[in-house]
Each structure stands twice: as C-alpha cells, then as structure tokens.
C-alpha cells in the first residue's frame, strides 16, 4: 500500500466524529465492544464494530479477538 493509500485511510478515519470519540475511548483503556457502545447513546454494538474496523484499517488501533 502506497503512503498516499495509507494517508486517506488515516483522513477517512478521522472524518467521523465519533470516530475521533472512539479512539478518545480507547487511548487510555482497552474495551470490548459491548463497553463501547454502553459509552455512545447515539449508536450500538454493530456500528461501534463498523467504526473500529475502519480504524483498525488505518492502522490507528488493534483489535484482540
């Protein structure tokens, strides 16, 4: 994957708000996704799970399954 590739991955990610929450989340605690989503009234466990997969595609987290 070229830089450039990685860099709008990166910009992608960061675009959503909740998005930027998310990693706020996480920077400090790891969570499952049950606990994340128990932190976001607006959304629920499918979406925190599609939001993490387009972080973890931007290599901004790890995910542990």
Same mark, same amino acid.
């Given at each position: ?20 929450? !998310? ?11 049950? +606990?994340? @989503? &128990?932190?976001?009234?607006? !959304? ?11 972080? +973890?595609? @931007? &290599?901004?987290?790890?995910? !542990?399954?």
């Amino acid at each position: 994957m070229s830089n450039e590739e990685m860099e709008n991955r990166i910009f992608k990610a960061l675009a959503a708000p909740v998005r930027r929450r !998310i990693l706020d989340a996480l920077k400090d605690n790891t969570m499952t996704t049950g +606990e994340l @989503a &128990d932190q976001f009234d607006e !959304i629920d466990r499918t979406t925190v799970m599609q939001h993490l997969r387009v972080l +973890e595609a @931007a &290599d901004l987290i790890v995910s !542990i399954k």
